[in-house]
């Protein structure tokens, strides 16, 4: 669970203060912008039929109101981001990115 704690705290120092979530329930009041990310794979290394390590993988979408944010340029940096795919719902801008931590 640290490893996860240290990703929200990493994310929270790119701008957005407090305005992460992690897998935030069904109904839950957003504040935009915003990001919001959620485990999405943890595939696992074997070796001899055992495993030995995994590398956890969390969807990660930056939802704004505006379609340009200097925030983007900052996830895309960060060491196993990998931007996916833009969608706007809403009038809001989703950017979703694949992030291994």
Known sequence: MGQRIDLHTLLR?????????????????????CIVYNLSDKPTRYANDRPYGWTN??????????????????????????????????NLYHYVYTLFY
């Open 57 to 90: 993988f969390y969807e990660l979408t930056y939802i704004s109101r505006t379609p340009d944010d200097d925030i983007l340029d900052k996830i895309g940096m960060l060491v196993g981001s990998k931007f996916d795919r833009m969608f706007i719902v809403d």
């Open 13 to 33: 120092s790119l701008g957005v203060g407090d305005k992460v979530y992690y897998q935030p329930p069904e109904g839950f009041k957003l504040s935009f912008p």
